[in-house]
Structure formats: structure tokens, C-alpha cells
């Protein structure tokens, strides 16, 4: 009987409430949407900078640019950056790019206690991402800003 209740209760509380359901529902759909989008709009050629907002260490702080000719890929700091090491970085050592932002949102979708989401209207990539876990520090803000077209399909 003690077994039934506790597993009773635990189903309960581990279960997500029904608004947070209704919430990653639209979350989902509304991503979907603009991955859509993003797919039937995506120029050829583009560039963007990306900044990140974490606690994170400095190089993963500085915005960067990131351009995307023909399937290429190509990243880099306006100015050098110094790593922890003392080492000069001409790079962010893990660069996010438009796919990317959209795989993080499939994940955190799921499992973040918070995620803000804003689009971009003409082309429907994620243009800012605020994600809230559980732990007070653990907070990532992601915002993709400048985008400029260098060649239409």
C-alpha cells in the first residue's frame, strides 16, 4: 500500500502540468513554422553576428561574425579575443549557427523551465533565445542580429 502511494505520488509531481503541455505544444508548432520558413527563405549566401549571454568564459562571451556562403562556413571576432589560457583567439571555439540555434530549441523545448523565443519576420530563423534551467545559474541568451544577405537563391 506505502509502495502504490509513493509511486501515486511521484507519478504526480514528475508529471508536467497541463499549461506547461499546452506551452511546449505552441513552442513546438511555432518553431516548426519558422524552421519552415527558414527553409523556403533561406538566401544562399548570408552573414550574422551572434552574441551569447551566460556565465561562460570570456570567448564564449564575445559576439562574432558568422557568414554562410554556398554551404561554406566562416567565423571570427571583430577583434582578437584572449582565451583563460593567455591564448589569442581569432575564432569562437564553438560557434552557433542559425541550424544549430534551431536544434537547441528542439531540446529546450522539452526540457527548460523557461524558454523566450523571438523569430525573425522575413525569414524566420530564431533571432533571440532566452533559456531558464532550474538552476539559478544556469541562463543562456542567444541573439542573432545584423543579418545581411549577400546572395539570393
Same mark, same amino acid.
Given at each position: 500500500?506505502?509502495?502504490?502511494?509513493?509511486?501515486?505520488?511521484?507519478?504526480?509531481?514528475?508529471?508536467?502540468?497541463?499549461?506547461?503541455?499546452?506551452?511546449?505544444?505552441?513552442? $513546438?508548432?511555432? %518553431?516548426?513554422?519558422?524552421?519552415?520558413?527558414? /527553409? @523556403?527563405?533561406?538566401? +544562399?549566401?548570408?552573414?550574422?553576428?551572434?552574441?551569447?549571454?551566460?556565465?561562460?568564459?570570456?570567448?564564449?562571451?564575445?559576439?562574432?561574425?558568422?557568414?554562410?556562403?554556398?554551404?561554406?562556413?566562416?567565423?571570427?571576432?571583430?577583434?582578437?579575443?584572449?582565451?583563460?589560457?593567455?591564448?589569442?583567439?581569432?575564432?569562437?571555439?564553438?560557434?552557433?549557427?542559425?541550424?544549430? $540555434?534551431?536544434? %537547441?530549441?528542439?531540446?529546450?523545448?522539452?526540457? /527548460? @523551465?523557461?524558454?523566450? +523565443?523571438?523569430?525573425?519576420?522575413?525569414?524566420?530563423?530564431?533571432?533571440?533565445?532566452?533559456?531558464?534551467?532550474?538552476?539559478?545559474?544556469?541562463?543562456?541568451?542567444?541573439?542573432?542580429?545584423?543579418?545581411?544577405?549577400?546572395?539570393?537563391?
Amino acid at each position: 500500500m506505502i509502495l502504490i502511494f509513493f509511486v501515486s505520488a511521484a507519478y504526480i509531481f514528475l508529471l508536467p502540468a497541463p499549461e506547461q503541455l499546452v506551452n511546449q505544444e505552441q513552442l $513546438l508548432d511555432e %518553431l516548426q513554422a519558422n524552421r519552415d520558413k527558414w /527553409a @523556403s527563405q533561406r538566401p +544562399v549566401s548570408f552573414r550574422y553576428v551572434v552574441h551569447r549571454t551566460c556565465s561562460c568564459s570570456r570567448a564564449a562571451l564575445e559576439p562574432f561574425l558568422a557568414t554562410e556562403q554556398r554551404g561554406f562556413k566562416t567565423v571570427s571576432f571583430a577583434v582578437p579575443v584572449e582565451s583563460e589560457s593567455g591564448e589569442t583567439l581569432t575564432s569562437p571555439p564553438n560557434p552557433m549557427w542559425i541550424e544549430n $540555434l534551431f536544434g %537547441l530549441l528542439d531540446h529546450s523545448a522539452l526540457d /527548460a @523551465s523557461k524558454l523566450v +523565443v523571438a523569430y525573425d519576420e522575413s525569414f524566420g530563423f530564431p533571432s533571440i533565445i532566452d533559456i531558464q534551467h532550474d538552476a539559478a545559474d544556469d541562463y543562456i541568451r542567444y541573439e542573432v542580429r545584423d543579418f545581411e544577405v549577400l546572395e539570393y537563391r
